[in-house]
Each structure stands twice: as C-alpha cells, then as structure tokens.
C-alpha cells in the first residue's frame, strides 16, 4: 500500500533553534499534504493545508511565519518549526493525499516527537 | 461550518466485549467518511470507507455504519482486544475544489483484561 515517510521521528533541541521535518510520499504523487499537532490525550490538530507548488493555508491560531511549510514537489513536504519555545513540545504528523481521489486514505506518516528544551 | 463530533471521547471496556463508537457530522456536500485508528505515538491508519449509497460495512471485527440523512456514523467492534486500545478518528471529506477533509476529535478507547 502507499506509504509515506515522515523524519526524523523523534528531535529534542534547545529553545530558539530551528528544527525541520520532513514528509515524504514513497510510491504516489501527493498533490495535498496535511500537518498536525497533537498534544498528549487529545486528538490531532490541523495545522496547515499544502497544495504542490502553492502556498499553504494555515488553519486559525496557527502562525505561518513560525511554522514554514514547503510542498516544492509531488513527493515532498516539510515542516520548519522557526526560534522553537518549549511549549511548540508536541507530536507533528503529516499526511497526504492525491487531488481527484476522493475515496482514496490519507496516507499518515508515523510522526515527529519535538522536545524543546 | 463544517463540524465533526465524537462520542464518547473516552471509553474503557474488558476484554471481550463490544463497543460503539458515534460520529455526527455537518459537512457538506458530503463525499466519504473514513474510520481510522491510531495507536499511541503512531500515525492514523484507514479502516473502513463509507460512501453516500453505502449503509453498512465490514473489516474483520470492525463494522462501520452511516445515514446520509442523518449524517451520522458509527464503528462498532465486536469482541474486542488488547490491541484494539487505541483513538479511533472519523474523517469526513467534502467533494469539489480540493476536497476539504475535516477530523473528528476522536474516541480514546481502552480494552482492559
């Protein structure tokens, strides 16, 4: 089955760096890809839509300049989490999907563990 | 808006038993509803799809449900297990531009011996 790949899967950096996650989707063209956020005990969060080749459409509350996301192609997406504080401490998951498939899944990836110390 | 609402948001059975997790949903215009489950620190994986014309349908112990009028949906599992222990999401997504895909806030399900 289609697969996608999300890396690395768990990160632990210090507050004001940077730290970047990327989705990949191994074996279809992902014309849509997702990101979430979920906190312990709840349930996943959209942060943000992207379209390949457009800029993508954060949900509200989410702040785009410190959550950079780029869909440069078909099979890759990533995720920048810019001058990271201990409270953006989550689980990201991306997942994707194909424009015009309507009854295929969102392929999830396995998801990023980002611990900001 | 579109909405997508769960119940229970936590559920713990014994082993063995059966269970019925609910979805409601106000998404329109209606393409499918998906079930997914994701275990702990893993990412969501499909279950069961449910189309417009479609009532009923089954994945192993897993039997998935939906009115169209009532636009609502349920996943019911049959003797459960251990490894059932998991959230369980219902996803709908609406047709037309690009598919707008709208989550439910889960039900945390925990089978216990």
């Known amino acids: 089955g289609a697969v996608v790949s999300q890396h690395p899967s768990w990160v632990i950096c210090k507050s004001g760096t940077s730290v970047k996650i990327e989705c990949r989707s191994l074996d279809f063209q992902a014309t849509t890809m997702f990101w979430y956020r979920q906190f312990p005990k709840q349930s996943l969060m959209l942060m943000a839509t992207?379209?390949?080749?457009?800029?993508?459409?954060?949900e509200q509350g989410v702040e785009k300049d410190k959550f950079l996301i780029n869909h440069a192609s078909l099979t890759l997406s990533t995720l920048t989490v810019t001058s990271a504080h201990p409270e953006d401490s989550s689980f990201y998951i991306c997942?994707?999907?194909?424009?015009?498939?309507?009854?295929?899944?969102?392929?999830f990836g396995n998801g990023t563990r980002l611990t900001v110390t | 808006k579109n909405q997508v609402e769960q119940s229970p948001q936590s559920l713990i059975i014994l082993e063995g038993k059966n269970c019925t997790l609910q979805c409601n949903y106000t998404v329109s215009p209606f393409s499918n509803l998906r079930w997914y489950k994701q275990d702990t620190g893993r990412g969501p994986v499909s279950l069961t799809i449910m189309t417009f014309s479609e009532n009923t349908k089954s994945n192993g112990r897993y039997t998935a449900t939906l009115d169209a009028d009532t636009k609502q949906s349920s996943l019911h599992i049959t003797a459960s297990q251990l490894s059932d222990s998991a959230s369980y999401i219902c996803v709908v997504r609406s047709s037309g531009g690009y598919q707008k895909v709208t989550f439910g806030t889960g039900t945390k399900l925990q089978v216990i011996p």
């Open positions: 997942s994707a999907g194909s424009r015009g498939r309507d009854n295929s899944p969102l392929h």
């Open positions: 992207s379209n390949e080749g457009s800029k993508a459409t954060y």
